[in-house]
């Protein structure tokens, strides 16, 4: 509904990543853990589940990309959980949850860091980087999750730059890798609640515009506008 009433997209994005997003929320402190979403342009999620918990105001459903709102569609750093860090610029968040998390354990604090990131991420040389750094410091603290749907912005994952096998990678970087269905809610759940030595990879295998049968695995619906038929 959002999505729709301001005429914007990244609905298939959304789509792909909801029940992700919809196991963490039910799960993170905000008062001991962080979300850093990196794949920012699913911010529509991140608004509608901090409204539905109450870490945001109903504004940002209501005003969602409207004129000079700040609930725009990439995430950007206004305050609230989960926007904290900017989104939206692949590569960018998991630096910056590595910071995070390596304060709160140079601190002695509790909760962990929780980093959604795209597949297409995996293509940027600051998310290794990041990852040769988690390992060094044993940040078991902070978790990962792909969201693997296999498609970024102008296509296909493995035609434009193959970054498989993703889990072999991972843990070569000294992580904990988990291989989840990312639309099972039980399973994403039994995988964060894994007790970890390290830091944590779960890679989520998600299908772009899940739930909508025109959208599912198109990504077309990457960025396109709902016209009133296809919202009905």
Known sequence: SMIYKAQVSHVGSNFSCIDILTVLYSKMNPKKDKLVVSKGWVAAS??????????????????????????IGLIEPIGYFGCEIGGGSMGLGLPGAVGIALAKKLKKEEGKVYVLMSDGEMQIGTTWESALIASQHKLDNLVVIVDNNGFQAMGE???????????????????????????????????????????????????????????????DWHYRQIDKEQYE
Request: net charge neutral; hydrophobic share 35%.
């Open 46 to 71: 991140v608004y509608a589940l901090n409204v539905k918990y109450g870490y945001m105001p109903q504004e940002a459903i209501d005003k969602y990309c409207d004129g000079n709102s700040p609930y």
């Open 157 to 219: 994952v493995k035609k434009i730059l193959n970054t498989e096998p993703l889990i072999d990678k991972w843990a070569s970087f000294d992580w904990s890798v988990w291989e989840v269905r990312g639309h099972d809610f039980e399973m994403i759940e039994k995988a964060l609640n894994a007790k970890q030595k390290k830091p944590y990879c779960l890679i989520a295998d998600t299908i772009k515009g899940k739930g909508v049968s025109f959208m599912e695995g198109n990504n």
